[in-house]
């Protein structure tokens, strides 16, 4: 399976991750690199395989219902850049 | 050209759990900002989500309500979105195998009659926080409370056809999560979110058009009304030949109408993935049949057996069963008095008239089934007529006793005693030759008429206690 810079580009931008212009080729060629490897396995015949959500072999345990936090809102506040009226402050997003 | 509309809900109920969905903060509504996010629903580094109990049961509940397969093995799965009122830059939720499958709502509709909606499915999620753009200096302020509150989303199949439908679904989805007791279902605080997904296409065509989402509309009037604008909008742009644009809407109330949400769409690709920190969660059958076992009678039940067992009609079956509270209430006034139309008429009319103009819920009524009851009764045994019921159920609302107490104290029984009532007959003939001579004069058909002016004569004098019967009886005796 390809994969164009422009594809590489778009997943960064959801990604949150800046890619330099100059590095953008060789991130390209890498995981072009690494669908290779995804093609490979893609021709394995799984189809008598059942999808695993996770490679532990056990189940959820359950909590109960109970309220077992306090509130420690001062030490939170204390580590974070900039609040105000008890909220954290951002840098403005609107929709 | 004829356009038939195609509408899917997506309902955002929030579980009625005193802890969060993966930690154990509180869930309270309305607390100081940031005083019930933990450091799980803060994101910090390490912590890990621990699966809620409750929140498992009550999607488990929710299901077996609708009659949908459970999944016996569900799983969370991460959807990846950047936004500051998710922390984790994720929301956990469930995509591939979601804790409630494909079930079935009946719905009543005013007319009488009833639809059935698919329910495509129902999830698992945490809710996010809440963003306040008022001025922080040029910042949003973030408030975390919300953020991991358990959610049960339930998404219908397209088989809503027009905004009274869509009311009437959620009507009955607010009745049926608010008698199972997972959700206070209460609009106004956010518990119940409704996303709405709408298309056109020509009447009579079986294809899907272009559908706009409209987000986040929080009450039934404005369900409604975001449909109906909505409608005339891709009716307005397809009449023009133009095409309708797949995007996020947003209903201004002010305004009526529905506008674009993103300017420029960021694709919505959320990239899911198993969430690895949580396993997945085993339901057996044991437990499904113990939570079913819990259930109580449901709205749709209720109804039924309302209709059947009193002969109400499915309007008022419906009216009567939509909260377990006044259900329960009119059960109680129809075993206090005997008569179950009575009773349904009673609550429907009177008391449910009385607390909509005080703007009261049924808990929070002045007068107790078994006084109504008690009212009802003195109709039926004939010691008051209905009008003078109706001021003694003033008289009840006030606070100044049962109906006996205040047919005691202000002389209200009605007089069948037939001495006195004849007595007042008399007087009224005496009083009313005039009338009396017409009376005389004029045929069998007219007489019937005319006999109505000293039914209401002695009606008058008695101060409406006569009994009405037997005034009619004295009257067509005496007058020949």
């Not at chain 1, 422009?6 to 590095?23: G, P, S, V, W």
């Not at chain 2, 259930?295 to 419906?318: C, I, M």
């Amino acid at each position: 399976m390809a994969i164009d810079q422009h594809e590489i580009e778009k997943i960064a931008q959801l990604a949150r991750i800046r890619i330099a212009d100059d590095q953008i080729g060789e991130v390209t060629a890498r995981i072009a690199e690494i669908l290779g490897m995804v093609d490979r396995l893609q021709a394995v015949d799984t189809a008598a395989v059942e999808p695993m959500a996770n490679p532990l072999d056990d189940t959820q345990r359950l909590r109960p219902d109970a309220v077992t936090e306090e509130n420690r809102r001062e030490d939170f506040q204390a580590i974070a850049p900039a609040v105000e009226d008890g909220l954290y402050l951002v840098p403005r997003v609107i929709d | 050209m004829a356009w038939e509309s195609v509408i899917g809900l997506e309902v955002h109920l929030q579980l009625a759990t005193v802890s969060k969905i993966f930690s154990g903060a509180p869930t309270t509504f309305g607390a100081a900002p940031n005083t019930q996010a933990c450091a799980v629903d803060l994101a910090m580094p390490g912590m890990l989500p621990v699966l809620n109990a409750e929140a498992v049961r009550c999607a488990v509940k929710f299901g077996l309500g609708i009659g949908a397969q459970i999944g016996h093995r569900s799983v969370f799965d991460r959807k990846n979105y950047f936004y500051p009122d998710l922390p984790k830059g994720y929301q956990i939720s469930q995509f591939e195998a979601p804790i409630v499958g494909r079930g079935e709502f009946e719905i009543a509709l005013e007319d009488g009659s009833t639809r059935s909606i698919g329910i495509t499915r129902a999830h698992l999620e945490e809710d996010a926080g809440k963003s306040l753009h008022e001025d922080y200096h040029g910042c949003s302020g973030i408030d975390l409370n919300r953020a991991g509150t358990p959610l049960l989303e339930i998404v219908t199949d397209p088989d809503i056809r027009n905004a009274q439908e869509a009311v009437a679904y959620l009507k009955a989805l607010h009745s049926l999560v608010t008698y199972l007791g997972i959700s206070d279902g209460d609009m106004s605080q956010g518990s119940m979110r409704c996303d709405i997904n709408i298309s056109l296409r020509p009447a009579g065509t079986d294809t899907l058009g272009t559908r706009a989402e409209i987000k986040n509309v929080n009450s039934f009037r404005f369900v409604e009304k975001a449909i109906a604008c909505e409608i005339e909008r891709q009716s307005d742009i397809l009449e023009d030949g133009g095409e309708v644009v797949q995007e996020t809407r947003l209903y201004d109330a002010e305004r009526d109408e529905t506008r674009s949400m993103r300017s420029k769409e960021v694709a919505n690709d959320y990239r899911y993935f198993p969430e690895p920190d949580l396993l997945p969660v085993v339901i057996d059958d044991d437990y499904i049949e113990a939570v079913r076992a819990s259930l109580p009678e449901l709205p749709v039940e209720k109804r039924h057996r309302f209709a059947a067992q009193y002969g109400l009609s499915t309007y008022d079956a419906g009216v009567l069963s939509d909260s377990r509270e006044l259900a329960d209430y009119f059960e109680a006034v129809a075993a206090a008095c005997g008569d179950a139309k009575m009773a349904a008429n009673w609550v429907q009319v009177e008391l449910l008239g009385q607390l909509n103009r005080s703007e009261l819920g049924i808990a929070d009524s002045p007068v107790s089934a078994a006084d109504l009851g008690g009212l009802i009764a003195r109709i039926l045994d004939n010691s008051i007529s209905g009008k003078i019921a109706k001021q003694v159920f003033e008289h009840m609302w006030q606070g100044q006793g049962s109906a006996d107490e205040i047919i005691e104290a202000q002389g209200l029984k009605q007089v069948s005693d037939s001495g006195a009532l004849e007595a007042m007959v008399d007087q009224v003939i005496a009083d009313n030759g005039a009338q009396v001579e017409q009376y005389l004069a004029a045929d069998e058909g007219k007489r019937k008429k005319l006999i109505g002016f000293f039914v209401g004569q002695v009606m008058k004098v008695s101060k409406g206690q006569a009994n009405p019967k037997m005034v009619n009886e004295l009257l067509a005796k005496k007058l020949t």
